[in-house]
């Protein structure tokens, strides 16, 4: 009995207790209310689409959009400028393992190196224009590959071979079979800069930092605006910086040739048995 006269003292002390809390339950109830009512308020009224629209965008948040200005109809058509201005870099390389830069004799004969530097570099551009004529021939007839506009495909493949073979008569003027060889190292670079087979921003740095000042890269750019029918304006520029790399490298070989012109060395009197 005694116990539970101490129980029933403490029981009603606790509920005095929880008599005083519950004006301070009741405001935080009425609270609550309030703040779920504005929030009802606050949310949108959805409706069967925008829950749709909802639903697709939580279970794709990332869209893609994709415009191809130009497209290759393969993967054949998507490598032909890589592989075709490496023909013309190729044909180039084997004729001046053949064809000598200059006569040595015209330069003993005659004063004006000018026609000296443009008879060498006449007969491999008359070579180069053979061997591109007879590609794109080849290309456009029984290959059956899809050009937009071959007669530019014919241009663009012919001022980069005689502007190749102005680069490798220069190169051949100044420094002989070393600058055979050099050619020959630019291939090695070009092969993987010139953006030919995969794209220039997946390139390593170093390589892609020389990509816009490579020969090559200025010929597949150009193959790829007249074969799948690009921006004309692109193709103008890169046809620019051939027509560049030929003027410039006509000049270096002039001014090589007036250099040999005027002096003679042993190697220019007794020709080496391997060049």
Same mark, same amino acid.
Request: charged residues 15%; hydrophobic residues 50%.
């Given at each position: 009995?005694? *116990?539970?006269? !101490?129980?029933?003292?403490?029981?009603?002390? %606790?509920? !005095?207790?929880?008599?005083?809390?519950?004006?301070?339950?009741?405001?935080?109830?009425?609270? +609550?209310? !309030?703040? /779920?009512?504005?929030?009802? *308020? %606050?949310?949108?009224?959805?409706?069967?689409? /925008?829950?749709?629209?909802?639903?697709?965008?939580?279970?794709?948040?990332?869209? &893609? @959009?994709?415009?191809?200005?130009?497209?290759?109809?393969?993967?054949?058509?998507?490598?032909?400028?890589?592989?075709?201005?490496?023909?013309?870099?190729?044909?180039?390389?084997?004729?001046?393992?053949?064809?000598?830069?200059?006569?040595?004799?015209?330069?003993?004969?005659?004063?004006?190196?000018?026609?000296?530097?443009?008879?060498?570099?006449?007969?491999?551009?008359?070579?180069?224009?053979?061997?591109?004529?007879?590609?794109?021939?080849?290309?456009?007839?029984?290959?059956?590959?899809?050009?937009?506009?071959?007669? /530019?495909?014919?241009?663009?493949?012919? +001022?980069?071979?005689?502007?190749?073979?102005?680069?490798? *008569?220069?190169?051949?003027?100044?420094? !002989? @079979?070393?600058?055979?060889? #050099?050619?020959?190292?630019?291939?090695?670079? *070009?092969?993987?800069?010139?953006?030919?087979?995969?794209?220039?921003? @997946?390139?390593?740095?170093?390589?892609?930092?020389?990509?816009?000042?490579?020969? &090559?890269?200025?010929? +597949?750019?150009?193959?790829?605006?007249? &074969?799948?029918?690009?921006?004309?304006? #692109?193709?103008?520029?890169? #046809?620019?910086?051939?027509?560049?790399?030929?003027?410039?490298?006509?000049?270096?070989?002039?001014?090589?040739?007036? %250099?040999?012109?005027?002096?003679? @060395?042993?190697?220019?009197?007794?020709?080496?048995? +391997?060049?």
């Amino acid at each position: 009995v005694s *116990q539970l006269d !101490d129980s029933a003292e403490l029981l009603a002390s %606790k509920l !005095d207790e929880f008599a005083g809390k519950l004006p301070q339950a009741v405001d935080g109830a009425n609270q +609550i209310r !309030d703040k /779920l009512s504005e929030g009802a *308020q %606050k949310l949108p009224a959805a409706g069967e689409s /925008l829950r749709e629209r909802q639903a697709q965008t939580l279970g794709n948040p990332v869209a &893609m @959009s994709k415009d191809a200005f130009t497209t290759a109809a393969g993967y054949g058509e998507g490598l032909a400028p890589f592989f075709v201005s490496l023909a013309a870099w190729l044909g180039v390389f084997t004729i001046f393992l053949i064809v000598n830069p200059f006569s040595k004799r015209a330069v003993t004969a005659m004063r004006n190196p000018l026609p000296v530097a443009f008879a060498g570099w006449l007969v491999p551009a008359l070579i180069g224009f053979i061997e591109m004529t007879l590609l794109t021939w080849l290309l456009h007839g029984p290959v059956g590959l899809h050009m937009e506009r071959p007669g /530019l495909v014919w241009m663009v493949l012919v +001022i980069s071979s005689i502007s190749f073979a102005a680069l490798f *008569q220069a190169l051949r003027t100044w420094l !002989d @079979s070393t600058g055979q060889f #050099i050619g020959l190292l630019l291939l090695v670079v *070009q092969v993987t800069g010139a953006g030919g087979t995969f794209p220039v921003e @997946s390139m390593p740095p170093v390589v892609a930092a020389v990509h816009q000042y490579l020969p &090559m890269s200025w010929t +597949i750019t150009a193959l790829r605006q007249t &074969m799948y029918g690009g921006d004309m304006q #692109i193709m103008w520029h890169q #046809i620019g910086l051939l027509l560049t790399l030929l003027g410039v490298s006509l000049l270096v070989t002039w001014l090589g040739i007036a %250099k040999k012109s005027t002096s003679r @060395s042993m190697r220019d009197l007794r020709a080496p048995v +391997i060049h």
